[in-house]
Antibody
């Protein structure tokens, strides 16, 4: 079964750090680009960051640039998001999402994890 | 940055109704638009990619159309399982989601 499982969420104080992980299974992780997407409580979806299959291309939303770092370990079938200098507005459920593997479909997100909650509060 | 505007924000409908949701991009995105369904407490699910292509396993009552800046998601006959929130997403230049449309029971 194709699956993504996030972990690492929790309660952190403003200015603190947290590292999220996403474990992939059921597909050849090393051949797919990946993303982080977040959703604040009661709000819509916001794309956070993208990493290509070989880590050669990395992009961030302006709202997290300079504070968050995306990375992956293809040997461990894992995706990461290092979050530093956290703010109240970073409070959200964080999802990892796989980019479709076909040129015809383009860079839509076809597989999503169940999400991990990050709460930034003093 | 490409902005994406979705309407309406809320839609009240009955089982069997034909439902249409609109998404407008601030500039041309060709056909690089996807639609997702999200139920409370769950992850989004891909329904439509490249504006009109149905993702595998998605019921044929869902359809997408449009290109350039105007797009629509249509549910031909609303079923009880379809009450959810729907998001469009442009992926022509990075990724931007619409604000969402909640389809609720009338």
């Amino acid at each position: 079964e194709v699956q993504l499982v996030e972990s690492g969420g929790g309660l952190v104080q403003p200015g603190g750090s947290l590292r999220l992980s996403c474990a992939a299974s059921g597909f050849t992780f090393s051949t797919y680009a990946m993303n982080w997407v977040r959703q604040a409580p009661g709000k819509g979806l916001e794309w956070v960051s993208y990493i290509s299959s070989s880590s050669s291309n990395i992009y961030y939303a302006d709202s997290v640039k300079g504070r968050f770092t995306i990375s992956r370990d293809n040997a461990k079938n894992s995706l990461y998001l290092q979050m530093n200098s956290l703010r109240d507005e970073d409070t959200a459920v964080y999802y990892c999402a796989r980019v479709t593997g076909t040129a015809a479909a383009g860079d839509a997100f076809d597989i999503w994890g169940q999400g991990t909650m990050v709460t930034v509060s003093s | 940055d490409i902005q994406v505007t979705q309407s309406p924000s809320t839609l009240s409908a009955s089982v069997g109704d034909r439902v249409t949701i609109t998404c407008r991009a601030s500039q041309s995105i060709s056909s690089w638009l996807a639609w997702y369904q999200q139920k409370p407490g769950k992850a989004p699910k891909l329904l439509i990619y490249k504006a009109s292509s149905l993702e595998s396993g998605v019921p044929s009552r869902f359809s997408g159309s449009g290109s350039g800046t105007e797009f629509t998601l249509t549910i031909s006959s609303l079923q009880p399982d379809d009450f959810a929130t729907y998001y469009c997403q442009q992926y022509n230049s990075f990724w931007t989601f619409g604000q969402g449309t909640k389809v609720e029971i009338k």
